[in-house]
């Protein structure tokens, strides 16, 4: 729902047995998609980032080669009476319901019934310069319609129900916070003006819409309108934390106030269905996937990192299609890298928290970390050269002399006084491989408990490094 500091913005789905398993606090519905190496590394982040923020539960799906992996629930759903996480409970998925109103709008529009191009006026002529805001601007963020929900928290008036009405003559008929297409600014109120386009040109409510066009044909079972009732006690419970105080039971919004900007929850299982269908382009027609992937550029040419209910960037060196959710009690990340035919799931039970957004980004790692022999060997050559340099030396017999000429006395200082006091880094992997300039591009992920770095290297073709770097992630 809110865009925030901490969660910004297949061909057969289920193509083996599942094996319900039950470890501790952690339920896992295992597949055979992924190693066993690969699903333990991914089970140990899950628990580190559940330890390290306190948060409650992650329901987390992993999506590789179109199809699902991997579904894993750890923590608890639930804290009285203490409830373990399963893979079938249902979160709220927050702002990521944001795409699906899209993709309604793009049907529509293959429909006929209507256009991205066409006014606002055509269907709601009384709002704030209606004849100039058109729906791709609503859709990405360019109207200039001021977001009825930036906090993040659940304000006193947002505990009692309101109509799409109301928050439109309240936020939609008030002076532009920019001119449209001028400006990129998060808005939930522009997506309450695009369900109400949805329902007054298909005829139907939102959700009914929603339920045949999109969760039917795509055998999402589970979905649920958090809009108009809570989840119930089969499901995860939303919590909240003042500062570092203890968890809390989250308020719940008043009924409206979610209207197709964060009304949907389901399981995690159910949103990588979604997912595998951008992958394989199986709801839309091509040129509408196209629509909702494609960065919206402002006036002036500037770009916006987001399409049609998505963010439209780059995570682990490669295409990927993403965005955060956040509602009262929940934060949520989801990670579709299309070329890869994968996608990742996050799903957690607190709102205000980072943990979503950073478990996401470790399974991804995690995910397209080359595991072959000479993978290993390289990363590790890459981890002893990072501890020499901690201490501030290095084994000149693996540098080419422009590397050599480049770790003079001064660099070698610089790297010991600003590596070594971090310590031994407690995870140092290589996440991406490419050539450049006759080079091998090696880079790696180097993190520590409180910090994450990235290193990268270029080798020679007979085996000498050419550079060695380190910087912030």
């Known amino acids: 729902m809110r865009q925030t500091g901490f969660a910004k913005c297949g061909r057969v789905l289920l193509s083996t047995c599942l094996i319900f398993l039950n470890i501790s606090n952690k339920n896992v519905w295992a597949q055979s998609g992924l190693s066993p190496d690969l699903r333990d590394k991914i089970d140990r982040a899950a628990q580190d980032v559940l330890n390290q923020t306190g948060v409650p539960s992650a329901s987390v799906a992993v999506v590789k080669d179109g199809e699902i992996a991997y579904l894993q629930a750890y923590g608890s759903a639930r804290l009285e009476p203490k409830t373990a996480a399963k893979p079938e409970m249902r979160y709220s998925i927050g702002s990521i319901s944001k795409q699906f109103t899209a993709s309604a709008v793009l049907l529509l529009q293959e429909d006929g019934t209507l256009s991205l191009d066409d006014k606002v006026s055509k269907f709601l002529p009384n709002l704030t310069r209606a004849n100039e805001v058109s729906i791709r601007q609503l859709l990405s963020h360019t109207s200039g319609y001021q977001d009825y929900w930036p906090q993040d928290y659940v304000p006193p008036f947002m505990l009692t129900p309101i109509t799409s009405e109301k928050i439109m003559d309240l936020w939609a008929r008030k002076p532009l916070d920019f001119d449209p297409g001028t400006k990129w600014q998060y808005s939930n109120t522009n997506y309450v003006i695009a369900g109400v386009i949805i329902e007054k040109m298909s005829g139907e409510p939102l959700l009914k819409?929603?339920?045949?066009?999109?969760?039917?044909?795509?055998?999402?079972?589970?979905?649920?309108?958090?809009?108009?009732?809570?989840?119930?006690?089969?499901?995860?419970?939303?919590?909240?934390?003042?500062?570092?105080?203890?968890?809390?039971?989250?308020?719940?919004?008043?009924?409206?106030?979610?209207?197709?900007?964060?009304?949907?929850?389901?399981?995690?299982?159910?949103?990588?269905?979604?997912?595998?269908?951008?992958?394989q382009q199986k709801l839309l027609k091509p040129a509408s996937y196209v629509e909702l992937e494609t960065e919206v550029r402002l006036k002036n040419g500037l770009g916006t990192q987001y399409g049609l209910g998505l963010d439209v960037t780059t995570q682990q060196d490669r295409r990927a299609l993403m965005h955060g959710g956040e509602v009262s009690g929940f934060t949520t990340e989801n990670m579709v890298f299309p070329d890869d035919r994968a996608a990742v799931v996050v799903l957690t039970n607190q709102d205000a928290a980072r943990a979503s957004g950073e478990l996401a980004r470790r399974v991804s790692a995690i995910l397209f970390t080359v595991q072959d022999v000479a993978t290993v060997a390289k990363t590790e050559q890459a981890r002893k050269i990072f501890e020499g340099l901690q201490h501030g030396n290095i084994d000149r017999s693996l540098f080419t002399e422009n590397a050599n000429s480049y770790f003079d006395e001064q660099a070698l200082k610089d790297f010991a006084s600003g590596l070594g006091s971090l310590g031994a880094p407690v995870e140092f992997s290589q996440t991406r491989e490419a050539l450049r300039g006759g080079m091998t591009l090696r880079v790696y992920r180097v993190r520590f408990p409180q910090q994450f770095l990235r290193a990268w290297t270029y080798e020679m073709p007979d085996g000498k490094l050419e550079q060695y770097q380190v910087s912030t992630e």
Not at 231 to 239: C, K, M, S
Not at 262 to 278: C, F, K, N, Q, V
């Open 209 to 279: 819409f929603l339920q045949e066009r999109i969760f039917t044909p795509l055998g999402m079972k589970s979905v649920a309108n958090i809009d108009q009732e809570k989840l119930g006690d089969t499901d995860a419970t939303g919590y909240m934390r003042y500062a570092l105080g203890p968890l809390r039971p989250a308020p719940k919004e008043g009924k409206g106030w979610l209207f197709a900007a964060g009304e949907l929850a389901m399981p995690a299982g159910d949103l990588a269905r979604w997912d595998i269908s951008i992958i």
